[in-house]
Structure formats: structure tokens, C-alpha cells
């Protein structure tokens, strides 16, 4: 596969313009790691299809004095994000998101304190914090039963966080995700607000959605490029995290996420009965406790109305980054998911006009 993006070659979703990685790191200050746990051991430790993906709000050590202010919100909650019940109460998080296989929750959880108290010597004496864990289901490629990550590749994700590009695809908590029936992952997309003088990023763990809705650009898919070898009914689950220098309080930012429902609908997501559609954002525009550098002012309501817009066109977007970054995965028991065809893709966005 190769590196270009569906904008390198003219796709052009909404009306913003992207940042300069289009990506949730063109927010300044936010970065993104990950581990990526890829084993063959079909007599020990089973096929590994998995990892973890963390999101740095600021730097680590920062966070448990400065924490982000955050909202979330849920499309349909057949999944778990933990510190879900925090975000809604106090609107804060202390701790990077991580991203990461169901069953390896509570392991990755373990991790995530570590790597807090590692951080931060006040964690845990001064008071004590709620990690921000999120998961979708990669078990269709992924040995579940054995619990594949370890609870130290959190702190390894928080280590490899850069800004920048960021990889897409089947890397990290993408590693074995599937997406409308073919091979998905990691996906990230930015717009810029000018009104709002504003940066919104979203990043999205893509594991959601059947074959015969796929959409890009509102162009149907499907039958015309047929689907990725995965039979299962529709369920999955989709993660996706906002990241904004917008100065939003709690309220707004629970809106702010609420967004990415509309976004993952464009792409053709329906919501099944048995996904989970969980929603994180955060603003790096002020911070809560003391004074931070930088403090402004929360946005009126009345500007709010493009940083929704940018929520829904980087959602959009960073949904097929995911589709078009992946490549064909094998996995336990023989199993195969192919990666999105790019050539028929691109042929089908000429037929319909989308290309620039």
C-alpha cells in the first residue's frame, strides 16, 4: 500500500482545510504513541493481532496538576471507556487516553497508573487518578482469550509519543480491527476554525460497520468493490477522541463529541445493536486547577457552530484514513481480512466526481 492519503489524490471532504499533518497532532502540544503486538506462537502465546495507542493531551508529567478539561459522550454504548463517569462529573482527565483490545482493558489499565505514578510522584499520596482506557473488539485476528499487551506497553505508547504525522491503519489498538467489512484501525484527520481561531484533531479507533454501507465522499461502495472477507454480522465498536485548542468548558466539549456520531454516519455507520460508539474530546486551551500559560476566555455558543462542523468532516475523514492506510491482516484460525482495493476506490470517486 502506499503511503498517499484519499486527500493526496484529491478527495477533498467538506469545506475546511486540514492542518499541516492533518492529523489530532496539528492541536498543539498533542501527541499520539504506539505499541503494536504482532506474535505468531500457534503452541504458546497464541496469534497476537493487537496493541496499544495512547493520546497525550500535554506533556505526562503535566496532567495530574493540570488537568485537560474534557467531555464525552455515547451513540451507542456496547463498550467501554473507563473514566467515562469522571469526564461526565468533573469534565476533567489526568491521564493520557489509551486505546486498546477489550479484554486487555483492565491490563492496560494497570499500565496507565504506572505510568502516572511514574510521571507525577504526587500520584497516589496527594491524591489518586482514573485512567481514560477505551476499547474496541479485535478478536476475529486476535488471540483474546490470552490477554496479548502488557500492562508496561502503556507507559512504552506514552514513550513513543510525537507529534506530527501520525501512523495510520493496522498499528497500535488498530493492529487487528476491522472497519465496514475490511481491514481498519487507526485513522486521524484536523481542521482549522478560523473563526474560532481554532484547531479540532479526531482520531478514531475504526471497528464498526457492514459492508453494504460503506460510503466515501457519499459514494457508495459496495457491491461494486465487494467486501473484505469478514463474514461476521455488523457490530464492532468505534473510539473516537477530540482533541481542540478551542478554550471550551465541560458542557461544550460534551457537545464538541457528540459531533462524531454525524461524522461516522457520513461513512455509513448505522450504530448496530452490538457496537460501541464512545466519544472523548478535551481542550489544551486552559486548564482547571491554578493558572495555566495561555488561559483565555471559554468560546461564546455562537462560534461553536464550525467547531462542530470540523468534528464532523476530521470524523468523516479520519475513518477512511483508517480504511485506506490498512493493509490485507491474517490472523488466528486462518482467518484473513483484506485491506479497502484503492484502485477500484479511486475509479468509482472518478465516475462520481470527487476527485479534484
Known amino acids: 500500500m502506499s503511503d498517499e492519503r484519499l486527500r493526496d489524490l484529491g478527495l477533498r471532504l467538506g469545506h475546511l482545510d486540514p492542518g499541516d499533518a492533518n492529523a489530532i497532532t496539528d492541536v498543539a502540544g498533542v501527541t499520539v504513541g504506539h505499541v503494536t503486538v504482532w506474535r505468531d506462537e500457534p503452541g504458546g502465546r497464541g496469534i497476537a493481532r493487537t496493541g496499544v495507542t495512547a493520546i497525550l493531551p500535554g506533556p505526562p508529567e503535566t496532567l495530574f496538576e493540570l488537568p485537560a478539561p474534557a467531555g464525552a459522550a455515547v451513540l451507542n454504548g456496547a463498550g467501554e471507556l473507563t473514566g467515562f463517569l469522571q469526564v461526565s462529573e468533573w469534565g476533567l482527565i489526568e491521564t493520557p487516553v489509551y486505546l486498546t483490545s477489550t479484554m486487555a482493558v483492565g491490563r492496560v489499565f494497570d499500565g496507565a497508573v504506572a505510568a502516572a505514578c511514574a510521571a507525577d510522584a504526587r500520584v497516589g499520596v496527594?491524591?489518586?487518578v482514573i485512567p481514560v482506557v477505551?476499547?474496541?473488539?479485535d478478536s476475529w485476528l486476535n488471540d483474546a482469550r490470552t490477554v496479548q499487551v502488557e500492562a508496561e506497553d502503556a507507559s512504552r505508547a506514552v514513550a513513543a509519543a510525537a507529534g506530527g504525522t501520525v501512523a495510520e491503519g493496522c498499528v497500535g489498538a488498530g493492529t487487528g480491527m476491522t472497519c465496514f467489512g475490511w481491514k481498519g484501525?487507526?485513522?486521524?484527520?484536523s481542521r482549522l476554525v478560523p473563526e474560532a481561531g481554532?484547531?479540532?484533531g479526531v482520531l478514531v479507533l475504526a471497528n464498526f460497520g457492514a459492508a453494504r454501507n460503506?460510503?466515501?465522499d457519499g459514494v457508495p461502495v459496495f457491491p461494486g468493490v465487494g467486501d473484505g472477507l469478514d463474514p461476521r454480522p455488523p457490530a464492532g465498536s468505534c473510539i473516537a477522541?477530540?482533541?481542540t485548542d478551542a478554550p471550551l468548558g465541560t458542557a461544550q466539549l460534551s457537545r464538541l463529541a457528540r459531533r462524531c456520531g454525524l461524522g461516522l454516519a457520513r461513512t455509513g455507520s448505522v450504530?448496530?445493536?452490538?457496537?460501541g460508539e464512545i466519544f472523548l474530546a478535551f481542550s489544551t486551551g486552559r486548564r482547571p486547577r491554578g493558572e495555566g500559560p495561555g488561559e483565555r476566555p471559554a468560546v461564546p455558543d455562537r462560534l461553536l457552530d464550525g467547531l462542530f462542523a470540523?468534528?464532523?468532516e476530521a470524523t468523516e475523514e479520519a475513518v477512511l484514513n483508517a480504511l485506506w492506510a490498512a493493509v490485507d491482516t491474517p490472523g488466528r484460525d486462518g482467518r484473513l481480512v483484506r485491506a479497502l482495493p484503492h484502485a477500484p476506490v479511486l475509479e468509482l470517486l472518478r465516475r462520481h466526481e470527487r476527485l479534484l
Do not use: N
Open 271 to 275: 450504530a448496530h445493536h452490538g457496537s
Open 185 to 189: 484501525g487507526i485513522g486521524t484527520s
Open 134 to 137: 477505551g476499547e474496541c473488539d
Open 310 to 312: 470540523a468534528t464532523v
Open 214 to 216: 460503506l460510503r466515501v
Open 126 to 128: 496527594e491524591d489518586v
Open 198 to 200: 481554532a484547531t479540532v
Open 241 to 243: 477522541v477530540v482533541a
